[in-house]
């Protein structure tokens, strides 16, 4: 029997058998301004040749899933001939899903699985379950540890004490993005998490050399440039116009104020606390002496944490809210996009694996309580 994990995100679904590699596909649909409003879904995007005007039509709305027809429409082609080609009748499959997902989410989700594709068992599970599966399969003297996850719609901040999550001290941030794919491609490529951000603002007021924060993007035309790319510091004119005809977007603090909401929401009129805030304020919900095992062991996950910097700042300003006796570690895995899913792979290959799952033949039987007495979500 095969076991196909999928860690449904709202930006991204990481897929793939357990035996296999993990791919990472955009979980939406792009319709195009200009291709007569044609729907493209999940990876087809790489068929589009100006995706200036696309659009995103997610499954997920501010972190839930909303949207089943899109969702629908990208599982059936994720499964089906040109991805996965998923045989049902011989493949179970481990899910993601949020924290607190509602009930009417989560019945949806049993009755699509078990009855539209017909999966033979399928396990539920958050995607902070299986990143701590994971740093715990590595890191077995450890007892606990706290995963952040800042993605696209969320960051959780979850701790976990031999598997098992602490539910009074979970913190959820919501994070509102709504932005064109260029632009996205722009924050992914220039944006940095700042170090000393009033530093940097000071520098990237200055004029020409002396800005060192200032930094040239070209954007695509789809025609010769395909994809954007920063201008070489020595290929900058400072001052003046460019010759070249390139469309040009001139970055300076806003390759840092961005990320920094993320750190100060309330820059932005958001009455939240920041990440690193936040951390230490799960972690003081729990019993002091479960304390110090939480502080190191903070592990870092989800797209957000690849910005240049982001593990630095976190780690600096936890230490300086931390008691002085108190280690502090902050771990930013290899990949942290796939470290769920890896996790997932890792559950797949338990002896109790079968223990953990839903059976579709436990589900015609039981129906969904069954799957709320197994599943924690």
């Known amino acids: 029997m095969a076991t196909l994990v999928l860690d449904n995100g709202a930006y991204n679904a990481k897929i793939g058998y357990s035996h296999e590699h993990v791919s990472v596909i955009p979980n939406c649909q792009f319709r195009s301004k200009t291709a007569r409003l044609k729907t493209f879904t999940a990876n087809q995007l790489d068929e589009i040749k100006d995706p200036s005007g696309l659009f995103y039509i997610l499954p997920f709305q501010k972190g839930y899933l909303v949207n089943w027809d899109v969702q629908r429409q990208v599982w059936d082609y994720l499964f089906g ?50 990143s701590a599966h994971r740093y715990f399969r590595d890191n077995p003297s450890e007892l606990c540890c ?13 701790p976990y004490c031999r598997s098992k999550k602490k539910k009074e001290a979970i913190i959820r941030q919501l994070h509102v993005m709504d932005e064109t794919h260029v632009i996205n491609q722009v924050k992914e490529d220039v944006c940095y998490v700042s170090q000393d951000f009033y530093k940097d603002m000071e520098i990237a007021k200055l004029k020409g050399e002396e800005n060192t924060v200032m930094i040239d993007y070209v954007l695509p035309d789809f025609s010769t440039i395909k994809k954007g790319f920063c201008k070489p510091r020595e290929e900058m004119v400072l001052s003046g116009k460019y010759k070249t005809g390139e469309q040009i977007l001139r970055l300076a603090n806003e390759r840092f104020a961005v990320p ?63 008691p002085t006796d108190y280690d502090v570690s902050v771990v930013l895995p290899e990949n942290p996009i796939t470290y769920s899913w890896e996790g997932g792979k890792l559950i797949s290959e338990n002896d109790d694996f079968e223990d953990m799952v839903v059976t579709r033949e436990d589900y015609e039987e039981n129906g969904h309580c069954i799957c709320e007495e197994k599943f924690d979500i």
């Open 81 to 130: 001939k040109e991805m996965y080609q998923v045989d049902f009748v011989d493949t179970n499959i481990i899910i993601t899903e949020p924290y607190f997902n509602f009930s009417s989410i989560q019945d949806s989700m049993n009755e699509i699985l078990f009855e539209e594709y017909q999966f033979q068992a399928v396990l539920r599970v958050n995607a902070g379950a299986l």
């Open 146 to 158: 706290i995963i952040v996850d800042s993605g696209y719609s969320f960051t959780h901040i979850v």
């Open 260 to 322: 920094e909401i993320l750190f100060h929401p309330s820059d932005i009129g958001i009455q939240e606390m920041g990440i690193p805030e936040a951390i230490v304020y799960s972690i003081q919900n729990l019993p002091e002496e479960m304390q110090p095992h939480f502080f190191k062991n903070i592990v870092l996950t989800g797209g957000n944490t690849l910005f240049p910097g982001f593990r630095d700042r976190v780690y600096s300003e936890v230490r300086c809210l931390t």
